[in-house]
């Protein structure tokens, strides 16, 4: 059976034991089910709303934007949005600043 990483630490020596599978490195048990379960990124906006790729968002707050003269403004809509693993989670282009990377803390769905 090929066992899958560690899904707490991504640690590659897991093994079975009885039914679960075990980490050596951080301790973590779960069963092969949780792990199909866990397929894709589950991603939720500010109300707790999950986001799916190609879902519309609306900023909530007005974001800086680094090297740009002015902010992306609270109420803006963005289209057709893909979601990433990682603290910004959500790749997509806004009109006037091209391709960017938000948070989904400071989106809610359209």
């Known amino acids: ?3 899958p990483p560690c899904p ?3 640690s590659p020596y897991a093994y079975e034991l009885d039914d679960k599978l075990v980490c050596p490195e951080c301790s973590f048990e779960w069963t092969p ?3 199909v379960e866990e397929q894709g990124i589950q991603v939720k906006d500010s109300n707790g709303n999950v986001l799916q790729d190609g879902d519309a968002v609306v900023i ?3 974001l800086p934007v680094k090297g ?3 902010p992306i403004k609270a109420g803006t809509k963005v289209k057709s949005i893909r979601l990433v693993e990682g603290d910004h989670n959500i790749d997509c282009k806004i009109d006037g600043f091209g391709s960017m990377a938000l948070k989904s803390e400071f989106v809610r769905k359209a």
Do not use: R
């Open 1 to 3: 059976m090929n066992i």
């Open 8 to 10: 707490a630490c991504s």
């Open 33 to 35: 089910e949780d792990e």
């Open 60 to 62: 909530i707050k007005d």
């Open 68 to 70: 740009a003269p002015k």
